[in-house]
Protein backbone atom coordinates (compact mmCIF):
# COMPACT_ATOMS: atom_id res chain seq x y z
CA UNK A 1 0.00 0.00 0.00
CA UNK A 2 1.00 3.51 -0.36
CA UNK A 3 2.29 5.87 1.77
CA UNK A 4 -0.45 7.99 1.12
CA UNK A 5 -3.04 5.27 1.57
CA UNK A 6 -1.09 4.45 4.68
CA UNK A 7 -2.11 7.52 6.47
CA UNK A 8 -5.19 8.01 5.25
CA UNK A 9 -6.77 4.89 7.01
CA UNK A 10 -5.10 6.27 10.35
CA UNK A 11 -6.75 9.40 10.26
CA UNK A 12 -10.22 8.72 9.14
CA UNK A 13 -9.90 5.57 11.92
CA UNK A 14 -9.15 8.15 14.40
CA UNK A 15 -11.24 10.82 13.56
CA UNK A 16 -14.64 8.34 13.24
CA UNK A 17 -14.54 8.13 17.02
CA UNK A 18 -12.45 5.29 17.67
CA UNK A 19 -9.42 4.46 19.61
CA UNK A 20 -6.72 5.35 17.02
CA UNK A 21 -3.00 3.89 18.11
CA UNK A 22 0.12 4.80 15.07
CA UNK A 23 3.48 3.46 15.74
CA UNK A 24 6.83 4.20 14.07
CA UNK A 25 10.36 4.05 14.16
CA UNK A 26 13.74 5.09 13.20
CA UNK A 27 14.36 7.93 11.19
CA UNK A 28 10.13 8.54 11.76
CA UNK A 29 9.43 11.55 13.78
CA UNK A 30 6.10 10.27 14.86
CA UNK A 31 4.51 10.17 17.87
CA UNK A 32 2.28 7.62 19.94
CA UNK A 33 -0.71 8.20 21.52
CA UNK A 34 -1.98 5.25 23.87
CA UNK A 35 -5.47 4.70 25.88
CA UNK A 36 -5.13 3.90 29.26
CA UNK A 37 -6.61 5.95 32.35
CA UNK A 38 -3.77 5.41 34.91
CA UNK A 39 -0.44 4.42 35.64
CA UNK A 40 -1.25 1.62 37.36
CA UNK A 41 -2.85 0.41 33.78
CA UNK A 42 -0.08 1.27 31.81
CA UNK A 43 2.33 -1.41 34.29
CA UNK A 44 -0.52 -3.29 33.39
CA UNK A 45 0.02 -3.84 29.50
CA UNK A 46 3.55 -5.48 28.71
CA UNK A 47 6.03 -3.40 26.92
CA UNK A 48 3.56 0.12 26.78
CA UNK A 49 5.38 1.42 30.72
CA UNK A 50 8.47 2.41 28.88
CA UNK A 51 8.92 4.98 25.65
CA UNK A 52 5.93 6.30 26.99
CA UNK A 53 6.53 10.62 25.53
CA UNK A 54 2.70 11.98 27.12
CA UNK A 55 -0.27 10.58 28.21
CA UNK A 56 -3.65 12.43 28.82
CA UNK A 57 -5.96 10.55 30.63
CA UNK A 58 -8.97 12.99 30.89
CA UNK A 59 -10.13 11.82 33.74
CA UNK A 60 -10.88 15.44 35.60
CA UNK A 61 -11.76 18.67 33.46
CA UNK A 62 -7.76 19.27 32.64
CA UNK A 63 -4.43 18.49 30.06
CA UNK A 64 -2.37 17.04 32.50
CA UNK A 65 0.53 15.03 31.17
CA UNK A 66 0.40 11.72 33.17
CA UNK A 67 3.98 10.87 31.64
CA UNK A 68 5.74 13.78 31.46
CA UNK A 69 5.88 17.56 31.73
CA UNK A 70 3.75 18.38 28.08
CA UNK A 71 0.54 19.51 30.22
CA UNK A 72 -1.68 21.23 27.61
CA UNK A 73 -4.31 23.73 27.78
CA UNK A 74 -7.95 23.57 27.53
CA UNK A 75 -9.47 25.90 25.15
CA UNK A 76 -13.08 26.61 24.43
CA UNK A 77 -14.89 24.99 27.58
CA UNK A 78 -14.38 21.14 26.61
CA UNK A 79 -16.74 19.63 29.13
CA UNK A 80 -15.93 16.54 31.55
CA UNK A 81 -17.79 13.03 31.04
CA UNK A 82 -17.68 9.27 32.20
CA UNK A 83 -14.78 8.05 30.31
CA UNK A 84 -13.97 4.85 28.45
CA UNK A 85 -10.53 4.00 29.92
CA UNK A 86 -10.32 4.81 33.59
CA UNK A 87 -13.34 7.44 34.85
CA UNK A 88 -13.59 10.10 32.17
CA UNK A 89 -13.15 11.82 28.90
CA UNK A 90 -13.45 15.08 27.54
CA UNK A 91 -16.45 16.47 25.25
CA UNK A 92 -15.60 18.73 22.00
CA UNK A 93 -18.70 21.07 20.22
CA UNK A 94 -16.67 22.34 17.66
CA UNK A 95 -15.27 25.32 19.24
CA UNK A 96 -13.08 23.29 21.58
CA UNK A 97 -9.83 21.84 21.94
CA UNK A 98 -6.60 20.76 23.90
CA UNK A 99 -3.51 23.11 23.16
CA UNK A 100 -0.31 21.67 24.20
CA UNK A 101 2.81 24.03 23.25
CA UNK A 102 5.27 22.46 21.02
CA UNK A 103 8.42 21.45 21.84
CA UNK A 104 11.17 18.94 21.06
CA UNK A 105 10.02 15.80 23.08
CA UNK A 106 6.65 15.72 21.17
CA UNK A 107 8.11 15.43 17.39
CA UNK A 108 11.41 14.48 15.46
CA UNK A 109 10.27 10.86 16.69
CA UNK A 110 12.43 7.55 14.75
CA UNK A 111 9.89 4.98 15.92
CA UNK A 112 6.78 5.93 17.07
CA UNK A 113 2.99 4.91 18.82
CA UNK A 114 0.33 7.10 18.45
CA UNK A 115 -2.96 6.06 19.87
CA UNK A 116 -6.55 7.13 21.46
CA UNK A 117 -10.03 6.38 21.87
CA UNK A 118 -13.28 8.40 20.35
CA UNK A 119 -16.60 8.98 19.87
CA UNK A 120 -18.69 11.07 17.40
CA UNK A 121 -22.06 12.68 18.48
CA UNK A 122 -23.09 13.68 14.75
CA UNK A 123 -21.30 14.17 11.30
CA UNK A 124 -21.86 17.73 10.75
CA UNK A 125 -18.20 18.36 8.87
CA UNK A 126 -17.35 15.54 7.46
CA UNK A 127 -13.75 16.13 7.76
CA UNK A 128 -12.81 15.45 11.71
CA UNK A 129 -9.80 15.95 13.52
CA UNK A 130 -8.76 13.88 16.43
CA UNK A 131 -5.47 15.37 16.65
CA UNK A 132 -3.19 17.41 14.66
CA UNK A 133 0.46 19.30 14.94
CA UNK A 134 0.07 22.00 12.70
CA UNK A 135 -2.24 22.52 9.77
CA UNK A 136 -1.42 22.78 5.46
CA UNK A 137 2.05 21.00 6.44
CA UNK A 138 1.45 18.67 9.48
CA UNK A 139 4.47 16.96 11.01
CA UNK A 140 1.39 14.56 11.86
CA UNK A 141 -2.57 14.02 11.81
CA UNK A 142 -5.00 11.74 13.03
CA UNK A 143 -8.71 12.35 11.17
CA UNK A 144 -11.62 10.82 9.67
CA UNK A 145 -13.57 11.71 6.88
CA UNK A 146 -17.09 10.72 8.12
CA UNK A 147 -20.11 12.74 5.87
CA UNK A 148 -22.11 9.35 7.44
CA UNK A 149 -21.65 5.92 9.12
CA UNK A 150 -19.31 4.86 5.91
CA UNK A 151 -15.82 6.79 7.56
CA UNK A 152 -12.40 6.63 6.23
CA UNK A 153 -9.55 6.94 9.05
CA UNK A 154 -6.56 8.84 8.24
CA UNK A 155 -3.43 9.09 9.17
CA UNK A 156 -1.14 11.86 7.71
CA UNK A 157 3.08 12.55 8.33
CA UNK A 158 4.81 15.72 6.43
CA UNK A 159 1.23 17.14 5.36
CA UNK A 160 0.14 16.34 2.13
CA UNK A 161 -2.23 13.36 1.59
CA UNK A 162 -2.75 10.67 4.15
CA UNK A 163 -0.02 8.13 4.28
CA UNK A 164 -2.28 5.49 5.37
CA UNK A 165 -6.29 5.59 4.92
CA UNK A 166 -8.87 2.75 5.82
CA UNK A 167 -12.58 2.03 6.15
CA UNK A 168 -13.78 0.99 9.23
CA UNK A 169 -16.94 -0.67 8.25
CA UNK A 170 -19.66 1.12 9.80
CA UNK A 171 -18.58 4.02 12.32
CA UNK A 172 -22.09 4.90 14.47
CA UNK A 173 -22.65 8.13 16.43
CA UNK A 174 -22.09 7.88 20.30
CA UNK A 175 -19.87 4.80 20.42
CA UNK A 176 -16.75 4.47 21.58
CA UNK A 177 -13.58 3.03 18.85
CA UNK A 178 -10.03 3.08 19.51
CA UNK A 179 -7.52 4.20 16.58
CA UNK A 180 -3.43 3.07 16.62
CA UNK A 181 -1.26 3.71 14.67
CA UNK A 182 2.64 2.64 14.50
CA UNK A 183 6.32 2.87 12.95
CA UNK A 184 8.74 -0.01 13.62
CA UNK A 185 11.47 0.16 11.29
CA UNK A 186 9.98 1.43 7.61
CA UNK A 187 7.12 -0.30 8.76
CA UNK A 188 3.91 1.59 9.33
CA UNK A 189 1.05 -0.07 10.42
CA UNK A 190 -2.57 1.32 11.48
CA UNK A 191 -5.27 -0.09 14.20
CA UNK A 192 -8.93 -0.41 14.78
CA UNK A 193 -10.69 -2.01 17.72
CA UNK A 194 -7.46 -3.93 18.50
CA UNK A 195 -6.99 -5.63 15.12
CA UNK A 196 -4.49 -4.96 12.40
CA UNK A 197 -6.01 -2.99 9.06
CA UNK A 198 -3.21 -1.72 7.24
CA UNK A 199 0.91 -1.83 6.87
CA UNK A 200 2.95 -1.19 4.52
CA UNK A 201 6.22 0.99 4.07
CA UNK A 202 7.09 4.01 5.08
CA UNK A 203 10.47 5.44 5.14
CA UNK A 204 10.69 9.42 4.78
CA UNK A 205 11.62 11.37 8.04
CA UNK A 206 8.73 13.18 9.40
CA UNK A 207 10.57 16.94 10.31
CA UNK A 208 9.52 18.75 13.11
CA UNK A 209 7.12 21.78 12.27
CA UNK A 210 7.67 23.99 15.05
CA UNK A 211 3.86 23.91 15.37
CA UNK A 212 1.67 22.93 19.14
CA UNK A 213 -0.03 19.67 19.41
CA UNK A 214 -3.62 20.45 18.89
CA UNK A 215 -6.33 17.39 20.39
CA UNK A 216 -9.81 17.97 18.83
CA UNK A 217 -9.23 20.28 16.61
CA UNK A 218 -6.58 22.22 14.05
CA UNK A 219 -4.39 25.47 14.87
CA UNK A 220 -6.75 27.21 12.66
CA UNK A 221 -9.85 25.64 14.01
CA UNK A 222 -10.60 23.82 10.85
CA UNK A 223 -12.04 19.94 10.62
CA UNK A 224 -13.26 20.06 14.34
CA UNK A 225 -14.36 17.22 16.19
CA UNK A 226 -17.60 16.81 17.56
CA UNK A 227 -17.28 14.24 19.83
CA UNK A 228 -15.40 12.57 23.03
CA UNK A 229 -11.45 11.55 23.35
CA UNK A 230 -10.28 9.92 26.01
CA UNK A 231 -6.95 8.05 27.03
CA UNK A 232 -4.88 9.68 24.47
CA UNK A 233 -1.05 8.52 24.34
CA UNK A 234 2.26 9.26 22.60
CA UNK A 235 5.54 6.66 22.52
CA UNK A 236 8.76 7.17 21.31
CA UNK A 237 8.27 3.68 20.02
CA UNK A 238 6.57 1.37 17.63
CA UNK A 239 4.35 -1.17 19.75
CA UNK A 240 3.53 -4.28 19.03
CA UNK A 241 0.48 -5.85 17.97
CA UNK A 242 0.37 -7.89 21.72
CA UNK A 243 0.36 -4.44 23.39
CA UNK A 244 -2.54 -3.22 21.09
CA UNK A 245 -4.54 -5.91 22.16
CA UNK A 246 -4.19 -5.14 25.90
CA UNK A 247 -4.30 -1.53 24.91
CA UNK A 248 -7.53 -2.15 23.78
CA UNK A 249 -8.97 -4.71 26.16
CA UNK A 250 -8.33 -2.12 28.71
CA UNK A 251 -11.16 0.11 27.03
CA UNK A 252 -13.15 -2.90 26.24
CA UNK A 253 -15.31 -3.71 28.77
CA UNK A 254 -19.14 -3.37 28.58
CA UNK A 255 -20.56 0.19 29.44
CA UNK A 256 -16.66 1.73 29.43
CA UNK A 257 -15.00 2.52 32.31
CA UNK A 258 -11.79 0.14 31.84
CA UNK A 259 -11.53 -0.61 35.07
CA UNK A 260 -9.09 0.34 37.52
CA UNK A 261 -9.30 2.07 41.08
CA UNK A 262 -10.03 5.73 40.06
CA UNK A 263 -12.84 7.08 41.28
CA UNK A 264 -15.34 8.59 39.06
CA UNK A 265 -15.24 11.63 37.66
CA UNK A 266 -17.11 15.10 39.49
CA UNK A 267 -19.74 15.87 37.50
CA UNK A 268 -21.42 19.44 37.97
CA UNK A 269 -24.95 19.32 38.98
CA UNK A 270 -27.39 20.86 35.95
CA UNK A 271 -27.67 24.34 36.45
CA UNK A 272 -24.69 24.77 39.08
CA UNK A 273 -24.16 28.72 39.36
CA UNK A 274 -22.54 28.87 42.38
CA UNK A 275 -19.20 30.69 41.87
CA UNK A 276 -16.20 29.69 43.42
CA UNK A 277 -14.69 31.69 46.69
CA UNK A 278 -10.90 32.49 46.36
CA UNK A 279 -8.36 35.00 47.92
CA UNK A 280 -4.80 35.72 48.10
CA UNK A 281 -2.97 34.03 50.94
CA UNK A 282 0.45 35.15 50.26
CA UNK A 283 2.13 37.76 50.19
CA UNK A 284 0.44 39.90 52.65
CA UNK A 285 -0.89 43.34 51.66
CA UNK A 286 1.21 46.00 52.52
CA UNK A 287 4.30 43.94 52.16
CA UNK A 288 7.74 44.63 50.71
CA UNK A 289 8.81 42.11 48.12
CA UNK A 290 12.00 41.71 45.78
CA UNK A 291 13.79 39.10 43.72
CA UNK A 292 11.40 35.64 43.12
CA UNK A 293 8.51 35.88 44.91
CA UNK A 294 5.55 32.83 45.31
CA UNK A 295 2.07 34.17 45.11
CA UNK A 296 -0.47 31.53 46.72
CA UNK A 297 -4.38 31.46 46.46
CA UNK A 298 -7.02 29.94 48.85
CA UNK A 299 -9.82 28.27 46.69
CA UNK A 300 -12.93 26.27 47.00
CA UNK A 301 -16.33 25.37 45.18
CA UNK A 302 -19.53 23.45 46.20
CA UNK A 303 -18.53 21.36 43.01
CA UNK A 304 -14.90 21.37 42.37
CA UNK A 305 -12.34 24.44 41.49
CA UNK A 306 -11.07 23.76 38.22
CA UNK A 307 -8.08 25.90 38.21
CA UNK A 308 -6.82 29.76 39.52
CA UNK A 309 -5.17 32.15 37.46
CA UNK A 310 -3.01 35.12 38.98
CA UNK A 311 -2.44 38.86 37.91
CA UNK A 312 -0.75 41.30 38.53
CA UNK A 313 -2.25 45.12 37.82
CA UNK A 314 -4.51 43.15 35.91
CA UNK A 315 -2.09 41.09 33.85
CA UNK A 316 -1.62 37.57 33.83
CA UNK A 317 1.14 36.07 35.11
CA UNK A 318 1.95 32.38 34.33
CA UNK A 319 -0.36 29.97 33.26
CA UNK A 320 -3.81 28.50 35.41
CA UNK A 321 -2.36 26.29 37.95
CA UNK A 322 -5.28 23.79 38.09
CA UNK A 323 -3.84 21.82 41.14
CA UNK A 324 -4.41 22.59 45.08
CA UNK A 325 -2.56 24.36 46.53
CA UNK A 326 -2.58 27.27 43.91
CA UNK A 327 0.31 29.57 42.98
CA UNK A 328 2.88 30.95 40.88
CA UNK A 329 5.95 32.27 40.60
CA UNK A 330 6.87 35.57 40.09
CA UNK A 331 9.85 37.12 38.97
CA UNK A 332 10.05 41.01 40.47
CA UNK A 333 12.52 42.34 38.06
CA UNK A 334 9.75 42.17 35.93
CA UNK A 335 7.39 44.84 36.99
CA UNK A 336 8.35 48.20 38.31
CA UNK A 337 9.69 49.83 41.33
CA UNK A 338 6.32 51.44 43.36
CA UNK A 339 2.93 49.71 44.50
CA UNK A 340 1.41 46.81 42.46
CA UNK A 341 -2.41 44.71 42.75
CA UNK A 342 -2.07 41.14 43.19
CA UNK A 343 -5.25 38.96 42.12
CA UNK A 344 -6.60 35.79 42.26
CA UNK A 345 -9.56 34.20 39.29
CA UNK A 346 -10.49 30.87 40.40
CA UNK A 347 -12.89 29.19 37.85
CA UNK A 348 -14.84 25.86 38.76
CA UNK A 349 -15.73 22.95 36.82
CA UNK A 350 -18.75 24.59 35.61
CA UNK A 351 -16.88 27.52 34.55
CA UNK A 352 -18.65 29.66 37.37
CA UNK A 353 -15.48 32.28 38.30
CA UNK A 354 -14.38 34.93 41.09
CA UNK A 355 -12.12 37.64 41.39
CA UNK A 356 -10.24 37.71 44.87
CA UNK A 357 -9.50 40.53 46.31
CA UNK A 358 -6.68 42.74 45.68
CA UNK A 359 -4.11 42.63 47.98
CA UNK A 360 -1.34 45.23 47.68
CA UNK A 361 2.89 44.92 47.33
CA UNK A 362 5.92 47.59 47.08
CA UNK A 363 8.02 46.43 44.99
CA UNK A 364 11.72 47.46 45.64
CA UNK A 365 14.75 47.34 43.90
CA UNK A 366 17.39 44.78 45.38
CA UNK A 367 20.56 46.07 44.07
Known sequence: MSQKNILALATLALLAGGFLIFTASRSQHIFSLESISTRSQTAAVSGTGSGLVTH???????????????TGTLVGNPTLISGKVGSGALTFNGLSSVQIADNSTIEGFGDFTL?????????????????SKGMNGEAYKLSLYAPNQ?????????????????VPGGVQLNEW???VCTRTGSTLKTYWNGAEKTSSTYSNTVAPNNKDLIIGNTEVGLYPLNGSIDDVRI???????????????????????????????VIPPAGDSTAPTVSIASPSNGSTQSG??????????????AGVTFKVDGSTVGSEDTSSPYSVSLNTSSITNGSHSLTATARDT?????????VTITRIWAG
Do not use: Q, R
Open 350 to 358: SGNTANSSA
Open 177 to 179: YHL
Open 56 to 70: YTFDALNATDAAGSN
Open 292 to 305: TITISANASDNVGV
Open 115 to 131: SAWFKLSGYGDPYITLL
Open 150 to 166: SATAMCWLNGGVPDSSF
Open 235 to 265: YNKGLTSADISELYALGSGSGGGGGGSVPPP
